[in-house]
Structure formats: C-alpha cells, structure tokens
Nanobody, 128 residues
Framework: VQLQASGGGLVQAGDSLRLSCAAS???????????VGWFRQVPGKEREFVSA????????WYADSVKGRFTISRDSAKNTVYLQMNALEPEDTAVYYCAADLNLINSAVRSHDQYDYWGQGTLVTVSS
C-alpha cells in the first residue's frame, strides 16, 4: 500500500490544522488488520510517535504531549486517516509522517521501526 500525507502548512500558535493520510496503489486500501500511525520528526532528533488508530476502530493511541489537543480518525469511504490538530504550539513544528502496518500488537503501535509503509511527510510549522 502507498501512503500520501497532506495538510501541513504554516500557522500561528493556537491555530488548527488537519492532516490526511490516504492509501493508494494496486492494493491501496486499508483493511481491518491495518494500524495507521502518525509520527513527527525535527532535524537532529529521532522520529517521535504522535498518534495511531486501528482501522477496525478497535483502538486509538496518543502521545502525552498531544493528548487533548489532537484527534485521530478514519473515513472508510475515503480510505483516509485524519489527524486533527488543535491548539497548536511551536513545539509541534516538525515534518509529520503517516505510517501503516498489518497486525501490530498494542505494544508495538508507538514504535516507528514496527511500521513498514510510510508516506512522504508533510511539514507543519507553528509560529509563536
């Protein structure tokens, strides 16, 4: 499956953005076995877990730093996962990547090295 991330941009602190992660390609549909995650990375730092969702709807996960501000959701008809980001802070500035994999166990969901499929990244810049 191929992933296409979009929705990044330049905003001010306190603003909102919605990121999208669409699946495409010859087998480009999320199935019930998929987990889709969002990670972010700034230069010189390791890729950081942000949020994840079971395509089946069986669970969602959030990093403590975004809990209460970000919401992950999915649209089955559009084969897309969204990350609604509210109350953005300058510390949220990063390149955001969506990722997906099959049959991840709960303990692996927050680990970027457990995901085999990655989108190209979308830049989010939050000015103070």
């Amino acid at each position: 499956v191929q992933l296409q991330a979009s929705g990044g941009g330049l905003v001010q602190a306190g603003d909102s953005l919605r990121l999208s992660c669409a699946a495409s390609g010859p087998s480009g549909r999320f199935s019930m076995r998929f987990t889709v995650g969002w990670f972010r990375q700034v230069p010189g730092k390791e890729r950081e877990f942000v949020s994840a969702i079971r395509w089946s709807g069986a669970g969602t996960w959030y990093a403590d730093s975004v809990k209460g501000r970000f919401t992950i959701s999915r649209d089955s008809a559009k084969n897309t996962v969204y990350l609604q980001m509210n109350a953005l802070e300058p510390e949220d500035t990063a390149v955001y990547y969506c990722a997906a994999d099959l049959n991840l166990i709960n303990s692996a969901v927050r680990s970027h090295d457990q995901y085999d499929y990655w989108g190209q990244g979308t830049l989010v810049t939050v000015s103070s």
